[in-house]
């Protein structure tokens, strides 16, 4: 089955990031934005939108009069896009292999905000997503770029240093959030899936944990335990070390990210590309 081992990920995944929606919300609010500006979307256009989460991305699109149509592996974050915007389409499905069309007819935008670096065929899943394509529609989505990104490191090591099988340097040919942050890389599959037109654009976000008023540090930590090393160490280590011990290493983590506040706020840039392209004529 393809994307199986995603798709498992995500249906554990996906509990926690519907649970602190909010939070992953703000944080990646300027990536959000930045989607939607190079989209360009109009009125009455049929937006499809790849890995749509728990429907951030659709309810902007709703919100400029066009309709919105999302796609995602996650069982939890349909189900909470679906009750989000109602007004919304939303496949429980694969978008490499998935009948895209069974949702009406072909689409003038194609969006994404960091929902398409999971395909373990990425140039049969933009294939497949081009077939969903008006020809001319416009594709806009946002990916995280190679090299430093603080997002993956900051707080994460102080988990992973206590693993006994900490989760293996991201391998960029892999699926997983830096597999998309070559920028010829990305060219190349785009390319080679039929879409032109391909630009790849640096964006520096910010992202600011500091909601409501906070530093940020809680934010930033429930962030961490909900991803893939920190549900691993929820796992592993809260056996091993007891509930006290667990509890210390917890408050390490605090107290690293603390030591990163900027002006009193953990905050930091976000490194990504923004993609664009132009489907051509279906196959």
Known sequence: MANEEQQQSWAAQGVDWVDH??????????????????????PTARVLDIGCGS???????????????????????????????????????DAQTLDLLTAG??????????GVMFFDDPVAAFVN?????????RLAFVCWREGDNPMFSMGVDVLAARLESPPAPADPSEPGPLAFGNAERIREILAEAGWSDIAVEAFDGVCNFGIDGSDGVEERLTMILSNR???????????????????????????????????????FPGHTWVVTATSSASP
Not at 235 to 264: F, I, K, P, Q, S
């Open 21 to 42: 929606a909010a939070i992953f919300e703000a944080v990646l609010a300027p990536f959000a934005d930045a989607v939607i500006r190079a989209a360009d979307i109009r």
């Open 55 to 93: 429907g951030t991305l659709l309810q902007r699109t709703a919100a400029l009069g066009a309709t919105p149509v999302g796609v995602d592996i996650s069982e939890p974050m349909v189900a909470a896009a679906r009750q989000r915007v109602p007004e919304a389409t939303v496949l429980l499905g």
């Open 105 to 114: 007819a072909a689409f003038d935008r194609v969006i994404s905000r960091f």
């Open 129 to 137: 997503i081009r077939r969903a394509a008006a020809p001319g529609a």
């Open 229 to 267: 090393t920190g549900q691993q160490a929820r796992t592993e280590l809260a056996d091993r070390l007891g509930e006290h011990g667990w509890a210390a290493l917890v408050e390490e983590l605090r107290d690293e990210l603390r030591r990163h506040r900027v002006d009193g706020v953990v905050r």
